[in-house]
C-alpha cells in the first residue's frame, strides 16, 4: 500500500483519488482513468482498442454500465464484465481478495442525522463519507479538502454508538459501500460512486470552500441520490 496522492492516507482507494486525465473545467469521466500516453502517430482503430475499457480480471471488453470490484490487497478498485462480478458478489472467490461493489442506495428519512450526533465524530465539514476498512478493522472517515481527500480514521466504539441510533450505519458493508453525509441526510451508496464524485470535486475545487462549481456538483450528486435512493427496510417488514 502507498500514498500517491497528496492528502490521502493508505486507508482509502487510491485509484479514485487521482486528478482525472483531461482539461479543466470538462466534464469528469464517471470513473478517472489515466489518459492515453500514445502519442505517436499509430493507427487510430490501435488507440480505439487500447481505450476500450476492458474487465481487469478476464479482458473481456465492456460497455458503459458495468460492475466494480474492490481489491482489498491494493486497496483499488477494478472494473469487471457482469460474469466476473458475480463470481464476487458473495465473497469466499479468490480468497476474499475481491470484492464486489453493491449497487443498491439506500436512505432512511425516519432517521435525520442529529448535530449533536455528527459534531461527536468531530468532521469539521458539512459532508463527508465513511466506510469500513476490512483490513484494519476501522472506520474510515474521508471528506474533500483543497489538497484532495483527507481521511481520519475513526474509533469503531463511536461509530458502533452511532449504529444503535441509526440503524441505516449498521447496514455498511465493509470495504465496498460507503455512508454518505451531507448535514442531516444519510446515505448508503457504492463506494465508487463516493470516489468518483471526491474527483470530480478536485477538478474544480477553488478557494478554501471549493466555491460554486464545487456546490454545484455537489447538488447534482445529491439530487441524484435522492432520485434512486429507496428506504431503508426495518427489520421485520423484510
Ligand atoms: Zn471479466
Ligand atoms: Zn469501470
Known sequence: MSADAPGSGVTGLRRFVKRPAGAQGAPAPRIPLPGPQNTSAQASQARADQDAERCELCSEVLDGRHGHLVDTDKRSIACACRACYLLFTHGGAAGGKYRAIP??????????????????????????????????????????????????????????????????????????????????????????????LVGELRL???????????RAALEAFLTGLRRRAVVLAREGER
Open 103 to 196: 449497487e443498491r442506495i439506500c436512505h432512511d428519512p425516519e432517521r435525520p442525522l442529529d448535530g449533536t450526533d455528527w459534531n461527536e465524530l468531530q468532521i469539521p465539514v458539512t459532508m463527508a463519507f465513511f466506510f469500513r476498512n476490512s483490513a484494519l478493522d476501522r472506520v474510515v472517515a474521508g471528506y474533500p479538502s483543497p489538497g484532495g481527500v483527507t481521511e481520519c480514521e475513526l474509533d469503531l466504539e463511536a461509530w458502533d454508538r452511532l449504529a444503535v441510533a441509526y440503524p441505516l450505519l449498521a447496514e455498511l458493508a465493509p470495504d465496498t459501500e460507503a455512508i454518505f453525509v451531507n448535514k442531516e441526510e444519510v446515505f448508503l451508496i457504492p463506494i465508487d460512486m463516493c470516489y468518483s
Open 204 to 214: 474544480y475545487w477553488q478557494g478554501f470552500d471549493g466555491g460554486a462549481e464545487v
